[in-house]
């Protein structure tokens, strides 16, 4: 059994762009491309794709906390156009992947790690903004729609696209469909409880995979074992980052944490696995692709003990 920890990535570089984005500027002779937008609660990137999956401009910035509704979204916008700015093509859309959750297909979205943003109406907002169509659904869904496209889940109808990074989330795609559930939050692997007594999550439960294994859940544990007294190297208020470098340091507290978040990851999967019976699981998000050599031997280590059906055995 194995896990796919790296998402398959094209990418081309061009010289120079030329702006041409307005309805009334169409024309034919331009390449039509897609505004596609991964709005995380720490970063927001914006990228200009074609059609056939290449990239063609990229732009990203840092999400720091203290921003309006408003002011946040103008950020958005910002880092859109300048990725926009990069590029001589014909703008015919614009897709969103958001952390949740949300409404879909309205594109109204609440991301449990962004409280500004709370029923904020995404997706016309931005369609009233770029003048073209505009869709919004979870980042781990649209993850798992682009893996199976043109990346480690192509040619696969039972799938699950997994997001570890300041949150935890899912997409899962089944007999060759994205399943999308009541309001679209279907595949929220992040709130499968893995560690009955384990640290409380974001949205209040204990023992939530997210809770465990995602970047606000290591802050808020170190924060816990900082308040109880706990001897170690990592420093109050740290990052996700500066947890994995203290953890390749040696730092007891680090490991423990990283230990276990890889071992919530291996549950969940397990669990996922065993209610869907799955192909394929590729892994993404700043954690699991900065810190796989902490994260994914203890993930597959608990993968290998919890999956235990033979269906569940030839997930890779």
């Known amino acids: 059994m194995a896990i796919t920890g790296q998402p398959g990535i094209r990418q081309r570089s061009y010289d120079r762009i030329v702006v041409g984005r307005a309805r009334s500027r169409r024309s034919s002779h331009l390449q039509p491309a897609v505004l596609a937008i991964d709005f995380g609660s720490t970063k927001v990137a914006a990228a200009v794709v074609s059609r056939e999956g290449e990239l063609l401009s990229s732009e990203w910035l840092d999400n720091p906390p203290g921003r309006s509704a408003d002011e946040l979204f103008e950020a958005v916008l910002g880092v859109c156009r300048r990725a926009l700015g990069?590029?001589?093509?014909?703008?015919?859309?614009?897709?969103?992947?958001?952390?949740?959750?949300m409404r879909y297909p309205d594109g109204i979205v609440s991301p449990l790690?962004?409280?500004?943003?709370?029923?904020?109406?995404?997706r016309?907002?931005?369609?009233?903004?770029?003048?073209?169509?505009?869709?919004?659904?979870?980042?781990?869904?649209?993850?798992?729609?682009?893996?199976?496209?043109?990346?480690?889940?192509?040619?696969?109808?039972?799938?699950?696209g997994m997001v570890v990074s300041t949150?935890?989330?899912?997409?899962?795609?089944?007999?060759?469909?994205?399943?999308?559930?009541?309001?679209?939050?279907?595949?929220?692997?992040?709130?499968?409880?893995v560690w009955p007594e384990g640290p409380v999550c974001g949205c209040g439960a204990r023992g939530?995979?997210?809770?465990?294994?995602?970047?606000?859940?290591?802050?808020?544990?170190v924060a816990a074992a900082h308040a109880a007294g706990t001897s170690t190297?990592?420093?109050?208020?740290?990052?996700?980052?500066?947890?994995?470098?203290?953890?390749?340091?040696?730092?007891?507290?680090a490991l423990e944490l990283f230990r276990t978040a890889g071992e919530a990851v291996g549950?969940?999967?397990?669990?996922?696995?065993?209610?869907?019976?799955?192909?394929?699981?590729?892994?993404?998000?700043?954690?699991?692709?900065?810190?796989?050599?902490?994260?994914?031997?203890?993930?597959?280590?608990?993968?290998?003990?919890s999956a235990r059906l033979a269906f569940t055995r030839e997930v890779r």
Do not use: Y
């Not at 993404?284 to 031997?297: E, K």
């Open 86 to 101: 990069r590029v001589q093509a014909d703008l015919i859309a614009v897709g969103v992947g958001c952390s949740g959750p």
């Open 113 to 122: 790690n962004t409280p500004v943003w709370r029923d904020f109406p995404l």
């Open 124 to 160: 016309a907002q931005l369609s009233e903004a770029f003048g073209r169509p505009a869709w919004v659904d979870n980042d781990a869904k649209a993850l798992a729609l682009g893996e199976r496209w043109r990346g480690a889940g192509h040619g696969s109808n039972n799938m699950l």
């Open 167 to 193: 949150g935890v989330g899912g997409g899962v795609i089944l007999d060759g469909k994205l399943l999308h559930g009541n309001a679209g939050n279907a595949g929220h692997i992040g709130h499968i409880i």
């Open 208 to 221: 939530c995979v997210e809770g465990v294994a995602s970047g606000s859940g290591l802050a808020r544990r």
């Open 233 to 253: 190297s990592i420093p109050p208020g740290a990052t996700a980052r500066e947890i994995a470098t203290a953890a390749r340091e040696g730092d007891p507290l």
């Open 267 to 305: 549950r969940g999967i397990a669990s996922a696995a065993a209610l869907l019976d799955l192909e394929v699981v590729v892994i993404g998000g700043s954690i699991a692709l900065r810190a796989w050599d902490l994260l994914g031997p203890p993930l597959e280590s608990e993968l290998r003990r």
